[in-house]
């Protein structure tokens, strides 16, 4: 049976290091993504993210990091074949393409459900790294209030 995978993407006017940082440096993903961090996200490191709507703390393991170009990370907790993939590219001067991919989901009922869970996920962090890279705004001060 083949398996499923969840993807977003988007186009941030900033330079491409500046997007790379903002994902592997906490002191800036913390303006739009985590609450916080026990460190930069890098190649075989584990490291806990805290986020502002759960009281738990998740780890999530670098598995390969390349400057400027991809990130890859586990944040499964020991689930088998789970994966994140984020890509970027230059467009044009100063503005970068992101592309996530998080593999993967059984293809059935749950994995279905899961699969939609983490796209709209994924499409909500993108949606909050632009706006906080390109306005200064933090978007996901409140957004999640009414879940609890």
Avoid at 84 to 112: A, F, P, Q, R, Y
Avoid at 128 to 138: G, H, P, R, V
Wanted: charged share 25%.
């Amino acid at each position: 049976m083949e398996k499923l995978t969840a993807k977003a993407s988007i186009q941030i006017q900033k330079p491409i290091n500046e997007v790379f940082e903002a994902i592997v440096d906490p002191n800036k993903m913390n303006h739009y993504f985590i609450k916080s961090s026990t460190g930069r996200l890098e190649t075989g490191k584990t490291v806990e993210w805290n986020f502002p709507e759960f009281p738990d703390s998740f780890p999530v393991t670098g598995k390969t990091i390349r400057p400027d170009d991809y990130i890859s990370f586990d944040w499964s907790g020991g689930l088998a074949n789970q994966l994140v993939e984020i890509s970027l590219s230059s467009v044009g001067e100063g503005s970068t393409v992101v592309k996530i991919t998080e593999h993967e989901m059984n293809n059935d009922k749950e994995g279905i459900l899961i699969m939609m869970r983490q796209t709209e996920g994924w499409a909500n962090f993108l949606a909050c790294m632009k706006a906080y890279l390109e306005y200064n705004i933090n978007l996901r001060k409140g957004a999640f209030d009414f879940m609890f």
